[in-house]
């Protein structure tokens, strides 16, 4: 898995947290996963097509994913419901946009499937024994995670 | 309260409309995430839905004469932006009219609404601030 796909990922989920959510983003140890996991409640897998393939995965706590929310419609959420989820689908979908358009600098062309949002862990391990990235990532409203899980399209 | 002060360009004319339009999404969302029963809140949803339609057009149509008369270099680009956004929301207004008026599917409208007028806000129509400050203000 090449470093571009990560600093193009992780660039623009800074960029889009600063800009829609005013929060910093802060990036921990990168560790090697098995496929898309995750334990948290909210989750986002955007695909990407094009001189890359495969999918990406955004893992949210269910708390940081109401916060999330409260901070740009100003209102508390209760749960996630299809305002919430649908919101948080956007988020990933702008981030997967940005994430593209870096991309392009290193000379991928690729496009976004829309954004799948599913509430409750997910699981869809690698059938062809490819690894997955996982970049942890610290807010001040709290962590979630981005799986990495693409490669050149052959 | 939706609106931010971070969200001003600089430029009365569009910040006031901005504001406008913030408070009314926010009502709009409001009206839609109230634990009030579906079916009785049904109206309020239809008269805010269509006073965003018209506002967001009216919204639209003024940002993009102001952008003519400061000669603002990037307004194609930006007109291109908001005939997207617009088809967008007429998208979402055919579905409703031909009946999928349902809560999950005004609740999937009134999301992308926020996240779309939040990056737009932030992101685009900074730069037009930016371009006015440049010029010294002087339009």
Redesign the interface.
Known sequence: MKAEYVNSFYKATQDVFNLMLDLDVERGNIKVVEGLVSSRNANVVLGVTGDLKGSILFSFTKDMTLEMVRIMSGLEMKTIDNFVSSALGEVANIIGGNALTNLTCYNYICDLVPPQVIIGEYKSLSMANKKALLIPLRTDIGEFDINIFIAENE | ????E?YRIGVDLIDNQHKELFNRL?NF??I??NDTHWEDKMDDVKKTLDFMKEYVVYHFNDEERYQEEISYPELEEHREVHANFREAINEYVRTFEEGQFN??KI??F???L???L??HV??MDQKIGEYAREKGGKV
């Open positions: 309260m939706m609106w931010k971070r926010s969302i409001q839609v995430q809560e999950k609740k999937e009134a999301a992308k926020m996240t779309w939040i990056v932030c992101k």
